[in-house]
């Protein structure tokens, strides 16, 4: 079955530290994108990327940087300078990221601090 | 600005009872519009999208909507909601030409049993 992948489940940070969420999709999706989760804030865009080697920042890009070298792998690194990590994040496709087809989702990777 | 408003945070329903979950946008121009699903731990499912035509859209899990253009809304409805409906339920927006998707904040649902 086509999917996004999301790994790991369960990802814990020592402080100044950068880690590494990855993320794979075998949907054929051009488009990738990286949400930011938390409680009672519904979700919120992190970076996009419509196309191999070309990602955007989205409203909260701050400590976080990502790579596309792929067009099935979309990884996000959550940076030392990103204060505050601890959220649930979120990856998702579509087909192209201007034709408002419905965006596809991974089932996400809770990050904490330890 | 471009908003998306999802009045009720949390709703509680018994089961086979009927439900209604709102959404409210702001958005200057055409919307498309969606509702997902997400479990707990778990990423979003689409429940159904409009995109145009028929203002009543159904999507999967007995679910349907209704785009009403004049009150801005796209409001959530179930018939009959089952124990396995305990989630939280998520209206997006978005419009053409544009890659960008404004998510609610959600509404959880608890069924009772």
New interface residues.
Partial sequence: DGG?T?SPKYLFRKEGQNVTLSCEQNLNHD?MYWYRQDP????R?IY?S?IVNDF?KGDIAEGYSVSREKKESFPLTVTSAQKNPTAFY?C?SNGD??S?Q???????T?LSIL | AQSVTQPDIHITVSEGASLELRCNYSYGATPYLFWYVQSPGQGLQLLLKYFSGDTLVQGIKGFEAEFKRSQSSFNLRKPSVHWSDAAEYFCAVSTSGTYKYIFGTGTRLKVLA
Avoid: C, E, T, V
Avoid at chain 1, 40 to 43: D, I, P, R, V
Avoid at chain 1, 102 to 108: L, N, T, V
């Fill in positions: 996004i999301q488009a009672g804030q519904g979700l865009l996009y419509q955007q979120l998702a990221s201007y408002n419905p965006q596809h989702f991974g089932d996400g809770r």
